[in-house]
């Protein structure tokens, strides 16, 4: 696991180099949603929310990573360890996403948070949402609301994709 997420780290600071030097100028939209051509979430059952640096003592992003893992159970997903991954079948690993999270604080103004999906046999990313996080990431309530941002986006594609139905609106928040 760690072979298969390790040589994404530096491939993804330099995207978000380049995301942030694009964005620097222009108007974007809340939250940006990208599939890789023939994706669904419909396909997965089981996700792995990998370590922010990818070392097994590395601290959480604020709680977002299980934030996260709790919000993806609730949409049927079965939240799977590190660890566990290696146990599970082969048939298992094809339904099985590996998610990446982060937090690129620009400023206390303007930030991105960002989550993106690999497939847990190719190490392909099939997904990506990323969201502008305004305000400050060490107050609270402004790190709720980034988190909103991005798992709004996330939410909608997860009940088209998956056929689901929230019925509660605070439950589509993830709250």
Request: aromatic share 10%.
């Amino acid at each position: 696991m760690k072979k298969l997420l390790s040589h994404l780290i530096p491939v993804t600071q330099w995207l978000w180099v380049i995301a942030l030097a694009m964005l620097g100028g222009c108007s974007t939209p809340p939250y940006r949603l990208v599939y890789s051509s023939g994706f669904t979430f419909a396909r997965y059952d089981f996700i792995v929310v990998a370590k922010p640096d990818n070392a097994t003592t590395s601290s959480s992003l604020y709680g977002f990573d299980i934030e996260f893992a709790n919000l993806m159970a609730r949409y049927n997903m079965k939240i799977v360890g590190d660890k566990e991954f290696e146990t599970l079948t082969p048939a298992e690993k094809r339904q099985t996403l590996l998610a990446r999270m982060s937090l690129i604080a620009t400023n206390k103004k303007k930030n991105l948070i960002s989550i993106s999906f690999d497939d847990g046999v190719s190490g392909k990313t099939v997904a990506s949402v990323t969201a502008e996080a305004k305000g400050n990431m060490f107050d609270t309530s402004d790190r709720t609301k980034a988190f909103e941002a991005v798992t709004d986006a996330l939410l909608q594609a997860l009940e088209h994709d998956k056929g689901l139905s929230v019925s509660d609106a605070n439950a589509s928040k993830g709250r």
